[in-house]
């Protein structure tokens, strides 16, 4: 069948034949001619420069550009009886790119082989790295002659230097088809493309220079210069962003679109006595956000506001202002914790604030007093019986606590608001399962976050919200000094470290001893321990807790690998609480009041500890991850963590917030026992360097996979960024931003934008545009 156009809609198997097209997408999910021109090169070779050798990993595919060298057969010794390996043969070809050497090998009939890899000639070899006798080899690679030069060609010389420098597209290929074959139905595709109507509006491209998109189609695919494949890519990065905010504006300007109920302030309420009654004044930050709150609690359609601001910036009280405005107006407001310490934490400190006019209906309560609930997993059946039944009939104003909440027992009166504390610890399925719990009309939503992200990932993973910042500290803050002790180089150090412990309680302090292990159990059973691994199991909460750190062994664990540490020697199993909290009371912290907290232990002791450690009855708390979040006990001014390079550099960076809260200043003490010049204690430098969340984010961020943050969001949009980064890219999704709400805005159904349209549909899948339709 002839066919004289191709459409981006096209399915590959219709333009490419049924074997090539159901190869692309059974290996890379490659459907249609469009899927295929987005599966962009992976690098790009001149025919003049040849692939570094050197730099070849074993297990590596790899697609590389060499010269032959020289090319022997050998026979293959065959057994006697074994006719049919008479005739074979090994052939070694050496292929160089000048300096350094790769091996191919060829087993069996070779002679074809032989005669094509002549010394001299130029070829794409692909296949995958291995290594005999200390020489790396690609075994029976799959290869493609580069004719060598235009002058062998009987072109003219002055030709030749402009074909030496043709750019040869390398693609992201495998085992099952090569580079050269996706190049070659690239090019099928290229010959009879017709793109149709671009989806980024002509004015947008004018204004920010940016490509037609069949232009830069062919251009990436086909480069004639170094200059077009750069701006090929702009014009592609700009689609993936414009897409993607586009896609978000409308998701926002749908929530908008929702009815709520305003709660506007009132003069007189608790929320006025509660502003009266607060021990110190609020700085410049929480009255900025307060009042844009306010505003938005007043509002006939939903808040649905981010607020980020650094560990210690004073979130919780900004959320518990906005929670008494609802209050006041006569609704509910609930908070969901991520560990029952913080729940119970929370619960404990909004109490005491609130004083009197939390004692609703009670003696010495005051006049329009409310009442504040805590449910975890662990709230006893009477308790959790009276904290149902004042949220039910309406007496709870407030209701706090862990996953508990979002069981269906839980029912409202009316609520109004919901606030979600520590929101990298939840995902979507959360916020939206405690939203369901409005009667009617949509609650207000506030999520937290003291794991501050940089705003362009913010606009794209919580592209859904309004984003809010607490950038400054609350007067009187002290700074955190932080060290990193390196146990093993220096054991004089950790001496040291215990000493400072000891110095800080002796002038009437406490410190924090973590560890990564809860410990007691199988010594292999690193990752799954912590902290929280049984409370998983009777409480939804804290298995955020261990999930989480799950996920970060196992980057630890990669790294290990990375520089060499695993593998030839076992790393040993990281540090326990059950182990170094008696080692320290028997030894340099002899005397001192050493007590452990985990999630292992009963919520009860939990809450004892918790309660005698900010009472001051406790000296020193050898801890897991669990007092990471959330925890504020200012009497703390000292943190030992151990084993440090155990943990990811926004979790150090949480950590450490618990201390430096009060007049004293804080020191964060990072041991470790790994080398200087490692990556690990790289991190650990960064952190000892900087205080500055934000910074330490991006780190956290370029040392991580950017498809991981935007993975554990919303299923769809990890495989749709292919050129853009979250981080390089700022500038450019800042402005896509711009433009796709302004279009929305316009035109919020697309209706004069349908190549946009689809491409939305293409990214969200139908589940999303669903999503957008309930709207
Ligand atoms: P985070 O933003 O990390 O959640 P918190 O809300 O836990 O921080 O606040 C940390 C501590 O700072 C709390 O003890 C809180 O009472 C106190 N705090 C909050 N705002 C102020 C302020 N404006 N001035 C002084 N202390 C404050
Ligand atoms: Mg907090």
Redesign the pocket.
């Known amino acids: 069948m002839l066919r004289n156009v191709t459409t981006l809609r096209d399915p590959l198997v219709q333009v490419l034949g049924k074997k090539t097209g159901s190869k692309l997408a059974e290996v890379f999910g490659l459907d249609t001619a469009g899927d295929l021109l987005r599966h962009y090169p992976r690098r790009y070779q001149t025919r003049g420069e040849l692939t570094s050798l050197s730099s070849l990993r074993e297990n590596d595919h790899v697609t590389v550009l060499a010269r032959v060298e020289h090319a022997s057969r050998y026979p293959l010794h065959a057994q006697r009886w074994d006719q049919a390996n008479r005739q074979r043969e090994r052939l070694e070809v050496s292929v160089t790119d000048g300096t350094a050497r790769l091996t191919l090998m060829f087993f069996g009939r070779v002679t074809l082989h032989m005669r094509q890899l002549q010394p001299g000639v130029l070829g794409l070899f692909a296949g995958t790295v291995s290594s005999f006798r200390g020489r790396r080899q690609l075994v029976h690679p799959e290869y493609e002659l580069v004719p060598q030069t235009a002058t062998a060609q009987g072109v003219a010389a002055e030709l030749a230097a402009e074909y030496a420098t043709e750019i040869i597209p390398i693609y992201p290929a495998s085992s099952k088809i090569s580079s050269w074959a996706i190049s070659r139905s690239i090019g099928m595709v290229l010959d009879t493309l017709d793109v149709g109507e671009d989806l980024l509006p002509e004015e947008l491209r004018a204004k920010y220079d940016l490509w037609p998109l069949e232009l830069a189609l062919r251009a990436i695919h086909r480069p004639e210069d170094r200059s077009d494949i750069a701006k090929a890519q702009k014009r592609l990065r700009w689609d993936e962003a414009f897409v993607m905010q586009t896609a978000l504006a409308q998701r926002r300007k749908a929530a908008a679109a929702m009815p709520a109920v305003p709660r506007p302030p009132v003069p007189d309420g608790i929320a006025a006595e509660f502003d009266q009654r607060l021990p110190?004044?609020?700085?410049a930050g929480?009255e900025r956000v307060g009042q844009t709150i306010a505003h938005d609690l007043s509002c006939a359609y939903p808040m649905n506001r981010l607020l980020q601001?650094e560990?210690?910036?004073?979130?919780?009280?900004v959320a518990v202002r906005a929670m008494l405005q609802v209050v006041d107006s006569g609704g509910q407001a609930v908070l969901l914790a991520p560990t029952e310490v913080l729940a119970q934490q929370h619960y404990r400190s909004i109490t005491q604030l609130l004083g009197p006019l939390a004692a609703g209906g009670q003696l010495g309560g005051a006049e329009h007093a409310t009442r504040v609930g805590l449910l975890t997993g662990s709230t006893g059946i009477k308790a959790r019986r009276s904290a149902l039944m004042e949220v039910f009939t309406g007496d709870a104003g407030i209701l706090i606590g862990t996953h508990a909440l979002l069981e269906d027992r839980v029912q409202f009166n009316d609520l109004g608001l919901v606030v979600i504390d520590e929101q990298h610890r939840f995902g979507v399925e959360q916020r939206d399962a405690l939203r369901e719990k409005a009667a009617g009309a949509r609650p207000h939503v506030l999520v937290m976050t003291?794991t501050p992200i940089p705003r362009t990932v913010a606009m794209t993973v919580f592209g859904d919200l309004e984003v809010s910042t607490l950038a400054e500290m609350?007067?009187?803050r002290s700074p955190i000094a932080t060290h990193v002790v390196p146990a093993l180089e220096r054991p004089k150090f950790l001496d040291r470290a215990w000493q400072r412990v000891r110095e800080e309680v002796a002038a009437g302090r406490q410190a924090y001893v973590v560890c990564p292990r809860i410990g007691g159990d199988a010594p292999d059973d690193a990752a799954g321990d912590d902290a929280d691994g049984t409370d998983a199991a009777s409480d939804g909460p804290d298995a955020a807790d261990g999930g989480d750190l799950d996920a970060r062994e196992t980057a630890g664990a990669a790294e290990a690998r990375e520089s060499g540490q695993a593998g030839n020697e076992e790393r040993r199993p990281p540090l326990a609480v059950l182990d170094v909290a008696p080692g320290l009371a028997d030894g340099p912290l002899n005397g001192l009041r050493v007590e452990m907290m985990h999630g292992r232990l009963h919520p009860d002791e939990k809450d004892r500890v918790m309660t005698a450690f900010k009472d001051g009855d406790i000296d020193v708390l050898v801890s897991t991850t669990v007092i990471e979040v959330?925890v504020?006990v200012?009497n703390a001014t000292a943190m030992v963590i151990m084993d440090a390079d155990r943990f990811g550099v926004s979790q150090l960076h949480q950590l450490r917030?618990r201390v430096g809260?009060g007049q004293a200043p804080g020191i964060c003490l990072l041991v470790t026992e790994s080398e200087a010049g490692t990556k690990a204690r790289e991190r650990l430098d960064a952190v000892a360097e900087t205080t500055d969340g934000f910074r330490l984010s991006r780190l956290d961020l370029l040392q991580r996979r950017e498809g991981d943050v935007l993975g554990a969001t919303q299923a769809g949009r990890n495989s749709s960024l292919k050129l853009l980064r979250l981080l390089a890219d700022e500038e450019l999704i800042a402005f896509a931003r711009e433009e796709a709400s302004a279009l929305v805005d316009a035109d919020p159904h697309l209706t004069a934008h349908p190549a946009l349209q689809e491409a939305i549909v293409l990214l969200l899948g139908p589940e999303g545009v669903e999503f957008l339709d309930k709207a």
């Open positions: 110190f004044t609020l700085t929480q601001g560990v210690g910036s004073g979130k919780t009280v003291a609350p007067a009187g959330g504020d200012p917030g809260r």
